[in-house]
């Protein structure tokens, strides 16, 4: 499925500003960005340019200091701290560098747990719909499993399953292939590019340089600002 | 099907096994601490007033000539009275080990149709049968009573009487024999004959139609019918009105119980505390996985629910053990002090109410103390917590630290630890200086009990041995017939009555004791609370103690007072206050107190003897009564101090052993408290112990920067606890003096021995609350740690 003209993300003037022991820092300066539904967009930048910072801002786990946030048409920064962990649960899925699995649920449990916090799909229909999504990923037989029994690549698909739980229209994705080999990282990627080629919106900061081949777009940041969008 | 939340919160649960106990034991040490005074408090309250009220006490007895069926029925039939019934009471003694002691008898027609003061048999048989005798059950241990065999007892000059000791009886409205140093015995009319006594009645117990009236109006009540037994030509020697509904020592119990529900609502606070520091340990692991599971869309509240919901569940676990511990400790002090008030808690339950209170509270405690950092893990915004990487952010402590010189580096690490969370720190450092103080607190209050008792009978009551004659003699006579014997140091011969204080309105108080003794004795010397000691110029100065003038008002210091004395009244001046034990007392000297009750004989004798050793003492006494036996005296009863202190010591010191026992469960509370403290501290410094590792840290080193960690925390409450158990000492000793015994609080810095046993208990607690801690800390890898997110 190919990007549709229809935005999904926008971001208007957007500015953060963090207080530091040596004066203000300024992590992002007056980004304006539009990605539309259906697009693969990865962000690239060295470190320290604000990818991070971004993807925190689009997930709505951090606020900026000026500007607007919209995403599927909700104003993020708008939104209290009550109204943005059910509104995130819903219309974003958030994939980690570190996994973040939880260690004392299962594989299937960790997909489900999304489900169970914002009660989406009915309790019984919940387990199957786990199952369906590692099946989608590759790891159906680890369903079952606690997450310190599994690789980081099995571990790593898990975490995307338990990220597409509630089918939000957004995926971010923050260096998720940074704790693996490179032959897993590709399947990673790849499995990104199979999740937007099924209509999937995904944003994904990264320091892969295949993933600019595998993209839609590339956004390239440096000290804050948007100095590449193409 | 079980929600993935509540799998995660069940399995954390499980994950972390040892905090989860602990957290329970936590609890469950704060419930036995409170339930155990509140189920002692519950249980006695309604033994003393279900049990006593069910005794139906008498609302009033008048102590008279011989009682018979008509005087009865025209007591009855005055208005305001439900019922009355007679008793005989009679002094003799009872032959215990091979030595007198004193026995009070009662009698009755029917005992058992005995409706005032209902008398609860114990064992064996009841009633008495003619020819024997039921032991009241406090007595038992003090007349060595073995039901089914005999005791030796004598009423004045009458042959001794083997009775045949048949059952064992309640009496709850009687003050302990033990105690009193009595045996009390029931019999029947017909056995009292056999012992040479009167067999009328001679106690006219009454009560009244309505059990609501003040004490004012049943006072009216019993003196309309003292009014009507003296118009039957009979003298009263005296009427007693008991406050209404009231045991006797209900006062001094809710005194007793107030003081340890303070250190069980302490024990309790210790252990809320503790659920703080271990559910804030417990969010510390998990701040992380907070941050994550908000970020797929948990909101603050659902987390909270997850993270009360386990505090209520492990409430109610704790509640499991702990309910069950703080009945039976509750029932077994319960039990104990009922016995020092004469009651028996057999057949009574736990009320239910608080039961229930010890559920809802072991339930709810947790919860409470788990709200602030619940709430606090719960709102942490998602950034900072997928920030959190085990480092805290925490002060390096007071200042002064920074200068601390002459110790190594990973000491000087350990000491500025310590001291990074301050409150948590405090929080332990309280729970243990607080176990600290109860300790040296208990500690001083025995070593004050047992010089208080050491002061009783050394310095106030200065005779070894006591002698009382069934018949009077003179005051010569006595003292040349025991200064003759071999042994003895010194005599004093006394006197003794009965006598109440005629109030202003014309009725009399309770009667009391008045001692008649020499106004130069050397026999006791009772601290002067205000006024003076007797004098021999005096003709009718009154001393009268503490209790007394604290019951009846008009016996204030320099009062006018007329006291009826054998239904004679009589004027005294009251000259003095004295502190002479719980019970009231008067004293004069033995030649007012002749003037006044027209008698000028001596009936008791008190004595020193040459050696101090108790069983020289009790050789004493068979030789004295031997030698005054065979010139002609008839001796009633003797006893040995050394006995009687030795049986009040141990009482007294059970109560100073309950505080300890009090402290001991504080200590584990601080115990656990530490092991909390420091699963923490590491957890938090993963990364930092990691670092210490790359920097060439080796195993040893670690494991003592934690230990030395607790040490310094451990050392610190030790030092805090010293000064603590000063103000603690004061407490306990005033309130254990009001309660039980006036005590000399002499002892107010802790021994220091008793310094020495603290300090070697905090250190050994804080060695192993440390030890899991530090071991976990040795099991951190330098790669681990380094990683550690």
Known sequence: MHPTSEALITLKNVSRIFPGAAGPFSALSDVNLTIDRGEFAVVVGQSGSGKSTLLGLLSGIDRPSTGEVVVGGTAVHTLSEREMSPWRGKAVGIVFQFFQLLPTLTAAENVMLPMDFCDTWKSGERRSRALALLERLGVADQADKFPPKLSGGQQQRVAIARALANAPALLLADEPTGNLDSKTSEAILVLFQDLVRDGQTVVMVTHEQSARHLASRTITLCDGRVVAND | MIRPRVRKVLRDVWHHKARTLLVVLAIAIGIVGAGAVLNTWSLLRRVTREGYLATNPASATIRTDSIDAALLERVRRLPGIRDVQARRTVYGRAMVGGTWRTAVLFAADDFAGTTIGALQPVSGAWPPADGSLVVETSSVEYAAAVVGEPILVQVGEAEPQSLEVTGITRDAGLAPGWMEHVVYGFVTPATLARLGAPASLDLLQLTVEDRTLEWEAVRRIAYDAKALVERSGRRVQNVDVPEPGEHIHAAQLNSLLFTQGAFGVLALLLSGFLVINLVTAMLAGQVREIGVMKAIGARGGQLAAMYLGLALVLGLVACLIALPAAAVLGRWYAGFTATLLNFDTTGYSIPGWALAVQLGVGALLPVAAAAVPVVRGARIPVSMALRDFGIEEGGDGPRILRRIGGVTRPLLLSIRNAFRRRQRMGLTLLTLATGGAVYLGALNLRSSIRNSVGYMFGEVLRYDLSVGFARSYSAARIEAAIGAVPGVA????????????????????????????????????????????????????????????????????????????????????????????????????????????????????????????????????????????????????????????????????????????????????????????????????????????????????????????????????????????????????????????????????????????????????????CAWPAYRATRVTTAAALAYE
């Open chain 2, 490 to 769: 010194a005599v004093e011969a006394w006197n003794g009555v009965r006598a109440a204080a005629a109030r202003a309105d014309g009725v009399l108080g309770n009667s009391f004791p008045l001692g008649g003794i020499p106004a130069a004795s050397r026999m006791v010397a009772f601290p002067v609370d205000s006024g003076r000691w007797l004098t021999s110029a005096d003709s009718n100065a009154l001393v009268v103690n503490r209790s007394l003038r604290q019951g009846e008002p008009e016996a204030a210091l320099g009062a006018e007072l007329t006291l009826v004395i054998d239904g004679k009244p009589s004027r005294w001046t009251v000259v003095g206050i004295v502190t002479s034990g719980p019970g009231a007392t008067a004293f004069a000297t033995r030649e007012v107190v002749a003037r006044a009750t027209g008698d000028s004989l001596m009936d008791r004798a008190m004595i020193q003897a040459e050696i101090a050793e108790p069983g020289a003492q009790a050789e004493l006494s068979r030789r004295l009564r031997g030698a005054l036996e065979a010139q002609g005296f008839e001796v009633g009863s003797s006893q040995l101090m050394a006995e009687s202190r030795r049986v009040l010591e141990d009482h007294l010191l059970l109560v100073a052993g309950f505080l300890m026992i009090m402290s001991q469960a504080m200590i584990v509370v601080g115990g656990l408290g530490l092991a909390s403290t420091m699963s923490l501290s590491v957890l938090e410094r993963t990364r930092e112990i990691g670092v210490l590792r790359a920097i060439g840290a080796r195993h040893g080193a670690i494991l003592t920067m934690v230990q030395a960690e607790g040490l310094v925390i451990s050392i610190a409450s030790w030092a805090l606890a010293i000064p603590l158990s000063i103000p603690m000492s004061v407490i306990l000793g005033r309130t254990f003096g009001r309660i039980m015994m006036p005590v000399r609080i002499t002892t107010l810095v802790p021994e220091s021995s008793g310094m020495l046993a603290w300090l070697g208990v905090v250190v050994l607690v804080s060695l192993v609350a």
